[in-house]
């Protein structure tokens, strides 16, 4: 979903990485991240939960539990 998004092949991003550390990821592209993993994966994040992601590891763990 990032690469396809962000418009970068092979992007190499840890938990911990954030919109401060890809250049390309801004507060627009952050809207098309979450509507592009809501997709994705079939499930829907409230703006309480979206407004406490702060990181990559963040955006995993919610997936992770919108799965469960």
């Given at each position: 979903?990032?690469?396809?998004?962000?418009?970068?092949?092979?992007?190499?991003l840890q938990e911990?990485?954030?919109a401060k550390d890809?250049?390309?990821?801004?507060s627009?592209?952050?809207?098309?991240?979450?509507?592009?993993?809501?997709?994705?994966?079939?499930?829907?994040?409230?703006i309480i939960e979206i407004e406490a992601l702060k990181n990559v590891g963040d955006i995993v763990t919610l997936i992770e539990t919108k799965l469960k």
């Open positions: 979903v990032f690469e396809d998004v962000l418009d970068i092949v092979e992007i190499e911990t990485s954030n890809v250049e390309e990821w801004d627009i592209t952050h809207i098309e991240i979450i509507s592009e993993i809501e997709n994705y994966f079939e499930v829907r994040f409230s």
